[in-house]
């Protein structure tokens, strides 16, 4: 379908969908703890959601059954809420779309339950740095992969791996739309970066091997050597002035 790029209006209700998505995360972060279940957590997030004029965006969406992606520790993206405890020790991923007037918005935060090791703080804080470091080079003028680059020589030299073969992707009117952003590769390539282009940017980072496979639920990704991984995420809009973050409370 070609790159959409948005105007100042579209933008203006993007950033509405934004800060509902991220004062929803907000509301869940408060809930995590040892002894809360993620379906407990899936129950805020879309009581929030729908109290604010807004619709989950992942709920029904190819079948996904619930408002938030909940995946803990070695799993990826795509967990599925249930039943389970969370545990001292555990990280937990949480991943919140909400559709709103027409348009997305997309975040995820990985979160400490309890009091975790240094090293799964280690991968918290390199995953949020990194996607610092790729908002950073959203900036018109900028190619594409100059985002994954950036992103994955973080990564990498702070001893993490960069997870391949799930992106970033455009954002608008539709949950995903073009380009697919990897978080990982050489940089000068892809399209050109233009004001009004809307993306998600959202690195996925392991503290072992970068491989994956998918549950038998088909929906939850988790890394193959089971090593701990983490997920940050933001909308993002290309401006003239620069990047600017949607998905702020
Ligand atoms: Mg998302």
Sequence with gaps: MGIVLKQREQIATMRAAGR???????????????????????????????RAGATPAYKGYRGFPATICASVN??????????RVLQDGDIISIDVGARYRGYYGDATVTLPVGTITLEAQRLLDVCRES????????????????????????????????????????IGRRLHEDPLLPHYGRPGQGPILRPGLVLT?????????????TLEDRWTVVTRDGSLAAQFEHTVAITENGPEILTLP
Excluded: C, K, N
């Design 20 to 50: 509902i998505v991220a004062e929803t995360l907000l509301v869940v972060q408060e809930a995590v703890r040892p002894g809360v279940t993620t379906q407990e957590l899936d129950a805020l997030a879309e009581a929030y959601i729908r």
């Design 201 to 213: 940017i959202e690195p996925m980072i392991a503290a072992g091997a970068p491989d994956w496979r």
């Design 74 to 83: 070695e799993e990826v993206v795509h967990g599925i809420p249930g039943p």
């Design 131 to 170: 996607l610092d470091i790729g908002i950073e080079q959203a900036r018109a003028g900028r190619r594409l992969t100059d985002i994954s680059a950036a992103i994955q020589a973080y990564v990498e030299g702070h001893g993490f791996s960069v997870i391949r073969d799930l992106y970033g992707h455009g």
